[in-house]
């Protein structure tokens, strides 16, 4: 059964750094890419970054480049995202999602609040 | 990629046939995918590459289009769609979901 289970939400003051971890089971994790999507309360979905299988490739939405890092271990079937010089308004729940195009599996979220 | 749904709500009955249309500002091939949500859930893919339906998914779903226009149908309304439906292109980064429509009773 795969599974993506999402960690490390938290509440932070703004201008503070967070990592979110999230881990995989149930499938061949080095064969996907992996994406995280947020979701401020009340508000619709928002895609933040991906990355490759490798780890080689990285893409991200403009309000969090130069702030967020995404990053892999293979090994470990994990997926990070480092998040730093946090905003009010990236006040979210964050889900890990596979996939690159679409997004066929995602974890239950974890809740990050900037205030 | 800016992505536009329509109606942002829709009001129907069990049974109904719904329809809802996705609209992309430039040509994303059939890199078109659409999601359901339901509150305090995580969303669930329902159609991928326009007209894939996913593993597990009623055949009631349908999705169609193709370049800038897109719809997803459900046919015969049951009472466990009611629900958020997003769609999602997948042309290129970022991968841009559209505002949502909410399908209520």
């Known amino acids: 059964e795969v599974q993506l289970v999402e960690s490390g939400g938290a509440v932070v003051q703004p201008g503070g750094s967070l990592r979110l971890s999230c881990a995989a089971s149930g499938f061949s994790f080095s064969d996907y890419w992996m994406t995280w999507v947020r979701q401020a309360p009340g508000k619709g979905l928002e895609w933040v970054a991906n990355i490759k299988k490798d780890g080689s490739e990285e893409n991200y939405v403009d309000s969090v480049r130069g702030r967020f890092t995404i990053s892999r271990d293979n090994a470990k079937k994990s997926v990070f995202l480092q998040m730093e010089s946090l905003r009010v308004e990236d006040t979210a729940i964050y889900y890990c999602?596979?996939?690159?195009?679409?997004?066929?599996?995602w974890g239950q979220g974890t809740l990050v609040t900037a205030s | 990629i800016q992505m536009t749904q329509s109606p942002s709500f829709v009001s129907a009955s069990i049974g109904d046939r719904v329809t809802i249309a996705c609209r992309a500002n430039?040509?994303?091939?059939?890199?078109l995918a659409w999601y359901q949500q339901k509150p305090g859930k995580a969303p669930k893919l329902l159609i991928y590459v326009a007209a894939s339906l996913q593993s597990g998914v009623p055949s009631r779903f349908s999705g169609s289009g193709s370049g800038t226009d897109f719809t997803l149908t459900i046919n015969s309304l049951q009472p466990e769609d009611f629900a958020i439906y997003y769609c999602?292109?997948?042309?290129?980064?970022?991968?841009?979901f559209g505002q949502g429509t909410k399908v209520e009773l």
């Open positions: 999602q292109q997948g042309r290129s980064p970022p991968f841009t």
């Open positions: 430039q040509d994303i091939s059939s890199w």
């Open positions: 999602a596979r996939g690159q195009r679409s997004f066929d599996f």
